[in-house]
């Protein structure tokens, strides 16, 4: 199978994942890069904010159709991101790159079992809104996004769920809002350092990837979100799994 047809299939996955689920497609997007397309880890984590930056936006612009992105307290929890998300990002290269792989093949595992586990977080009635704690889990998300290259869309949503009080469909809405200006802040610090990113592969997985994300959100409305996320927590497991045996052996 040619890299070019690899980096279409792992676009619309990537795609299809964020437009659903409104996150998870980042978490598949830099080991995507690494192990098919034969990307070096940090030029794969800047990949992987560009790819997921514009499909995010993509994403976005279809759930705002359907009315489900509250802008202002979205934007604001965004904001508190960014600063954490351009240090850390500024700084992300100068890490040895075996602990950034075992670093995401953590997260991607903790991800993988929060999906597993089958307990989405819900939204209570009169919910009050901390600021403090509303701009702690936003810092956060945003050195995260800096650190691995990815959106935390998988963080995001049960965070706007709990912390702001955000019903479910409102906060995979507006996680995109989230993931976009995140992984802008981050791609933003790292293009100094990113060297030449090779478009022949990355130029078609972006193309895939943004249409998959107007298909993933079309799938949301059919499919239940609980067996998409139980199949897309197998894939990531299994991901994880062999991201972390690669680094430690």
């Known amino acids: 199978m040619t890299a070019l047809i690899l980096a279409l299939i792992a676009g619309a996955a990537v795609g ?8 998870g497609g980042s978490v598949l997007a830099v080991p995507a890069l690494i192990y098919l397309l034969g990307m070096a880890p940090s030029q794969a984590t800047t990949a992987s904010l560009l790819i997921v930056a514009a499909t995010s936006v993509t994403g976005l612009l279809a759930h705002a159709r359907a009315g489900n992105v509250r802008w202002a307290p979205g934007a ?4 508190a991101g960014v600063p954490p998300a351009i240090a850390v990002g500024a700084v992300s290269h100068r890490l040895p790159q075996t602990l950034l792989t075992v670093a995401f093949s953590l997260l991607a595992t903790a991800a993988a079992w929060r999906m597993l586990r089958g307990t989405a977080p819900h939204a209570k009635d009169g919910h009050t809104v901390r600021p403090a704690r509303a701009a702690l889990a936003g810092a956060g998300l945003g050195g995260v996004t800096g650190l691995l290259g990815v959106g935390g869309g998988f963080l995001a949503v049960p965070a706007l769920v709990t912390v702001l009080g955000f019903a479910m469909p409102q906060a995979v809405g507006t996680s995109l809002l989230v993931i976009a200006v995140n992984s802008l802040a981050a791609l933003a610090a790292r293009l100094p350092s990113a060297g030449v ?14 249409l998959g994300a107007w298909d993933g959100k079309r799938i949301a409305a059919k499919v239940p979100a609980w067996r998409l996320q139980r199949i897309f927590a197998v894939l990531l497991l299994a991901v994880a799994v062999f991201m972390l045996a690669d680094a430690l052996w």
């Open 16 to 23: 299809l994942s964020l437009g659903a689920l409104g996150g």
């Open 197 to 210: 990113l090779d478009w022949a592969l990355v130029g078609p997985f972006l193309g895939a990837a943004i």
């Open 76 to 79: 604001a929890f965004a904001a």
